[in-house]
């Protein structure tokens, strides 16, 4: 995978870790923000049934040499919302699942169905368990997790130039390393003891499966379930009633249909009798509406006459001015009014009445000849009164109109009603002599169909049963192989136990013989130490002192661990993930412990690049056909083009801009 720095590259690399049981995933607000789960795609080699010749019976072969191996897929996929220890693990790839339910499984590797648990079975390491202090013979132990290997599968880009390669300055996870190391090329000390504990461990869980299967067996034969070829019968001849049902309800509705053809005209009378019966129903909903929405109306107008009414009668029995003479000069009163705004009694402004609605009947009127004539305001309130009485005659005509098209509305509608169902009892009438007698037949069918419908779900439900004890079996035979793998390599073990000074002394020459393929520069007393840290030159890799030279060793190093065991065959998963393999490759990494440079042709960094990558594609065509190596770099050179899957532009006009496109 090539391209732009912040493209998502490491991102995969870190996704692919995190589907494999690392607790975190990355961090990234890109990602954060727009990725819910990850799926990753796996090919491993499984256990296969073997093809028996003729006469030859299970119990001719032992539980190992009935199978074989062969390529299957899985596809793991964990979220990164809520909780995440949860995984799901389906048969099949990313774009043709396998039509099964998935295994779920915990990402805590201590758990009893974990997804550590499954990928150190395809490895064939489950059950083995690490000392704490391998030189104590009473140490205690811990289970071995499918984390303990991401050292030998994942250089990171950290890990390259760290100078904390082998773990060696974290002293546990250094004796962890070792330990898997040793594991790995069946040589760790406890080799013996750790494998006979997995092959009792594999037993028991063994005889546990088996015990499940007689279970399951036993349940269902006592819920009768036939055996697989009885039950494709019976499926078949299921499939077939139904069928016939089917089609034999379909033809009793086809000559319902054929004998009521007659019928139409009275079928369509009597559908437009209803649709006008339902018009009618809503014209009188309509009116009705209407007289409630009146009523609180006209009340309304009754209420104000008799308030004028009142008004009125009050005018007339109460005199609102008792004052004749005046009480200053003893002259008659006479005239009393409102002019330009004053009392013409007390010549008081008086602007409370410029606005009075009660005088002659129209506000505006009386306030225009307050304004102007300055007459005298009289209070009369019969023009009003004749207003509002006209307003409520024709309000009380208008309601009277509407209670009679209501009541003819209702008595239109109760005559569609009857009408409607005059023309329903006809239909009924024309048509029940000839679909009578259909409609047993058509209860007898549909009877038919769906008692074809249970058979046909009760046979799918025992076919499930089936299918799941054959899914046990062959979970039972896979556990059978992995047992007689185990005890294969515990006699192996026993027989012929490997040196552990043979193994070192086999990754140090491969150690050696991958410098000298980079075109290290100086290239001398390359080698690996008992505790795995490598060392160049008599000196160890972490006092170089070039961090370029650091990277080169880190990538030896990694590749002897990876080659040999896969060459050999041995329990490594036979994958390698690689970030930044050029990381430090500049000229000035090129400097001796002199701090002298180096001007030799060999040592261009662009040529050990080229070297590196040769290095790979040579070994994956020879040794290592079969392997699989996971590389991010940013500019990879030419020679590797064919093998590039993806180059992230960095840029949107160039596409793909990167892991997600949208960030």
Same mark, same amino acid.
């Given at each position: 995978?090539?391209?732009?720095?912040?493209?998502?590259?490491?991102?995969?690399?870190?996704?692919?870790?995190?589907?494999?049981?690392?607790?975190?995933?990355?961090?990234?607000?890109?990602?954060?923000?727009?990725?819910?789960?990850?799926?990753?795609?796996?090919?491993?080699?499984?256990?296969?049934?073997?093809?028996?010749?003729?006469?030859?019976?299970?119990?001719?072969?032992?539980?190992?040499?009935?199978?074989?191996?062969?390529?299957?897929?899985?596809?793991?996929?964990?979220?990164?919302?809520?909780?995440?220890?949860?995984?799901?693990?389906?048969?099949?790839?990313?774009?043709?699942?396998?039509?099964?339910?998935?295994?779920?499984?915990?990402?805590?590797?201590?758990?009893?169905?974990?997804?550590?648990?499954?990928?150190?079975?395809?490895?064939?390491?489950?059950?083995?368990?690490?000392?704490?202090?391998?030189?104590?013979?009473?140490?205690?132990?811990?289970?071995?997790?499918?984390?303990?290997?991401?050292?030998?599968?994942?250089?990171?880009?950290?890990?390259?130039?760290?100078?904390?390669?082998?773990?060696?300055?974290?002293?546990?996870?250094?004796?962890?390393?070792?330990?898997?190391?040793?594991?790995?090329?069946?040589?760790?000390?406890?080799?013996?003891?750790?494998?006979?504990?997995?092959?009792?461990?594999?037993?028991?869980?063994?005889?546990?499966?088996?015990?499940?299967?007689?279970?399951?067996?036993?349940?269902?034969?006592?819920?009768?379930?036939?055996?697989?070829?009885?039950?494709?019968?019976?499926?078949?001849?299921?499939?077939?009633?139904?069928?016939?049902?089917?089609?034999? $309800?379909? !033809?009793?509705? +086809?000559?319902?249909?054929?004998?009521? =053809?007659? #019928?139409? @005209? /009275? &079928?369509?009378?009597?559908?437009?009798?209803?649709?006008?019966?339902?018009?009618?129903?809503?014209?009188?909903?309509?009116?009705?509406?209407?007289?409630?929405?009146?009523?609180?109306?006209?009340?309304?107008?009754?209420?104000?006459?008799?308030?004028?009414?009142?008004?009125?009668?009050?005018?007339?029995?109460?005199?609102?001015?008792?004052?004749?003479?005046?009480?200053?000069?003893?002259?008659?009163?006479?005239?009393?009014?409102?002019?330009?705004?004053?009392?013409?009694?007390?010549?008081?402004?008086?602007?409370?009445?410029?606005?009075?609605?009660?005088?002659?009947?129209?506000?505006?009127?009386?306030?225009?000849?307050?304004?102007?004539?300055?007459?005298?305001?009289?209070?009369?309130?019969?023009?009003?009164?004749?207003?509002?009485?006209?307003? $409520?005659? !024709?309000?009380? +005509?208008?309601?009277?109109?509407?209670? =009679?098209? #209501?009541? @003819? /509305? &209702?008595?239109?509608?109760?005559?569609?009603?009857?009408?409607?169902?005059?023309?329903?009892?006809?239909?009924?009438?024309?048509?029940?002599?000839?679909?009578?007698?259909?409609?047993?037949?058509?209860?007898?069918?549909?009877?038919?169909?769906?008692?074809?419908?249970?058979?046909?779900?009760?046979?799918?439900?025992?076919?499930?049963?089936?299918?799941?004890?054959?899914?046990?079996?062959?979970?039972?035979?896979?556990?059978?192989?992995?047992?007689?793998?185990?005890?294969?390599?515990?006699?192996?073990?026993?027989?012929?136990?490997?040196?552990?000074?043979?193994?070192?002394?086999?990754?140090?020459?491969?150690?050696?013989?991958?410098?000298?393929?980079?075109?290290?520069?100086?290239?001398?007393?390359?080698?690996?130490?008992?505790?795995?840290?490598?060392?160049?030159?008599?000196?160890?890799?972490?006092?170089?002192?070039?961090?370029? #030279?650091?990277?080169?060793?880190?990538?030896?190093?990694?590749?002897?661990?990876?080659?040999?065991?896969?060459?050999?065959?041995?329990?490594?998963?036979?994958?390698?993930?690689?970030?930044?393999?050029?990381?430090?490759?500049?000229?000035?990494?090129?400097?001796?412990?002199?701090?002298?440079?180096?001007?030799?042709?060999?040592?261009?960094?662009?040529?050990?690049?080229?070297?590196?990558?040769?290095?790979?594609?040579?070994?994956?065509?020879?040794?290592?056909?079969?392997?699989?190596?996971?590389?991010?770099?940013?500019?990879?050179?030419?020679?590797?083009?064919?093998?590039?899957?993806?180059?992230?532009?960095?840029?949107?006009?160039?596409?793909?801009?990167?892991?997600?496109?949208?960030?």
């Amino acid at each position: 995978m090539a391209g732009e720095i912040s493209t998502g590259k490491t991102t995969i690399l870190e996704f692919i870790d995190y589907c494999l049981g690392n607790a975190a995933f990355p961090q990234h607000p890109e990602v954060i923000d727009g990725v819910k789960a990850a799926q990753l795609s796996i090919e491993v080699n499984v256990p296969v049934a073997m093809d028996r010749t003729e006469g030859e019976s299970d119990s001719d072969l032992p539980d190992a040499a009935r199978l074989g191996y062969g390529r299957r897929r899985f596809l793991i996929q964990r979220g990164v919302e809520g909780s995440t220890k949860d995984v799901l693990i389906f048969s099949g790839d990313l774009d043709s699942l396998d039509q099964v339910s998935p295994n779920v499984v915990s990402a805590d590797h201590s758990a009893q169905e974990s997804l550590s648990k499954f990928l150190l079975q395809l490895c064939g390491l489950d059950g083995i368990k690490l000392r704490v202090a391998p030189t104590r013979p009473d140490s205690a132990t811990h289970q071995l997790s499918f984390r303990d290997t991401a050292p030998l599968w994942f250089l990171s880009n950290t890990r390259l130039d760290n100078k904390n390669l082998s773990f060696e300055h974290t002293p546990p996870k250094a004796l962890k390393l070792r330990q898997v190391v040793d594991l790995v090329f069946e040589v760790f000390d406890a080799e013996r003891a750790n494998l006979a504990g997995q092959v009792a461990e594999l037993q028991e869980e063994l005889r546990g499966e088996r015990k499940g299967i007689d279970a399951l067996r036993r349940f269902i034969r006592e819920q009768g379930v036939p055996d697989p070829v009885t039950l494709e019968g019976l499926k078949t001849e299921s499939e077939e009633r139904r069928r016939r049902a089917l089609m034999e $309800l379909s !033809e009793i509705d +086809d000559r319902a249909r054929e004998r009521t =053809t007659f #019928a139409e @005209e /009275a &079928r369509h009378a009597y559908l437009g009798k209803l649709e006008e019966a339902r018009e009618s129903a809503g014209k009188v909903r309509e009116r009705q509406t209407l007289l409630r929405r009146l009523a609180p109306l006209r009340s309304q107008y009754a209420e104000d006459v008799k308030k004028l009414n009142m008004l009125k009668e009050a005018k007339r029995l109460f005199d609102p001015l008792g004052v004749t003479v005046c009480p200053a000069c003893t002259s008659h009163i006479q005239d009393v009014g409102i002019r330009n705004g004053r009392c013409s009694l007390c010549d008081s402004t008086v602007p409370h009445l410029a606005h009075h609605a009660l005088t002659n009947g129209s506000g505006q009127q009386e306030t225009e000849e307050l304004d102007t004539e300055n007459t005298s305001v009289d209070v009369d309130v019969t023009k009003e009164l004749s207003s509002t009485k006209r307003r $409520l005659r !024709e309000l009380n +005509d208008y309601i009277m109109v509407v209670e =009679t098209e #209501a009541k @003819e /509305a &209702r008595a239109t509608n109760e005559a569609l009603d009857e009408e409607s169902k005059a023309l329903q009892a006809r239909l009924d009438s024309l048509t029940r002599e000839a679909v009578t007698p259909l409609l047993a037949a058509r209860e007898a069918a549909v009877k038919a169909v769906g008692d074809t419908e249970l058979v046909r779900e009760n046979l799918n439900n025992q076919q499930r049963m089936l299918d799941s004890v054959e899914q046990r079996e062959q979970e039972v035979e896979a556990l059978a192989a992995r047992l007689g793998e185990a005890r294969r390599r515990a006699a192996e073990s026993e027989a012929n136990r490997r040196d552990r000074g043979d193994m070192i002394s086999k990754l140090s020459g491969r150690f050696h013989s991958i410098l000298m393929s980079f075109g290290y520069p100086k290239l001398t007393e390359a080698e690996i130490n008992g505790q795995l840290i490598p060392s160049v030159r008599g000196i160890r890799y972490d006092r170089v002192g070039s961090s370029g #030279a650091t990277t080169l060793i880190s990538l030896a190093w990694e590749l002897a661990i990876f080659e040999l065991a896969y060459e050999e065959g041995r329990r490594h998963p036979g994958f390698l993930m690689i970030d930044s393999p050029q990381k430090n490759l500049a000229p000035e990494s090129f400097l001796d412990s002199s701090g002298e440079s180096h001007t030799e042709p060999a040592i261009v960094p662009e040529a050990i690049v080229r070297r590196i990558y040769r290095h790979l594609s040579d070994w994956l065509s020879a040794g290592g056909d079969g392997a699989q190596i996971i590389i991010v770099d940013n500019v990879p050179p030419p020679s590797v083009e064919t093998s590039v899957v993806v180059t992230y532009s960095g840029s949107s006009l160039e596409p793909p801009y990167g892991l997600i496109d949208d960030a």
